[in-house]
């Protein structure tokens, strides 16, 4: 019985993905605009001749986006345009092994 040879993968540069330090500035760059809109936010609340309803608005906004900036900069890396996440068991599965048969001796 003859056994095929299985080329090895080949990677190309092209599909490889970002890098950890450009996904960790992409999330710190994120993280920053969100909490630069935040102060404006705040600033606006407390120094704009805004109405009652508008201070309300930039008050809830500055107090609930440091919590989706933080949350969002935690959150890890972000999955590549086109990845799957999920691989099907059958996949990920081994081959079955030899099975031994007991012979009577």
């Keep these: ?10 990677h190309l ?11 960790i500035a992409a999330r710190q760059r994120q993280y920053l605009i ?18 009652v309803w508008g201070r309300v608005l930039a008050i809830a ?4 986006l440091p919590m989706i900036a933080v949350t969002s900069a935690n ?4 999955p590549e ?7 099907p068991e059958q996949d990920r599965a081994l081959p079955p092994g030899r099975q031994q048969v ?3 001796e």
Excluded: C
Excluded at 61 to 64: C, D, K, Y
Excluded at 81 to 86: K, N
């Design 102 to 104: 007991d012979t009577p």
């Design 61 to 64: 906004l500055g107090l609930v």
């Design 13 to 23: 540069v092209t599909a490889a993905r970002r890098s950890r330090y450009e996904d």
């Design 34 to 51: 969100r909490m630069f809109i935040r102060t404006i936010a705040v600033v606006l609340a407390f120094f704009a001749p805004l109405p």
């Design 1 to 10: 019985m003859l056994r095929r040879v299985q080329q090895p993968k080949v």
């Design 75 to 78: 959150a890890g890396p972000t």
């Design 81 to 87: 345009p086109g990845a799957h996440p999920y691989v």
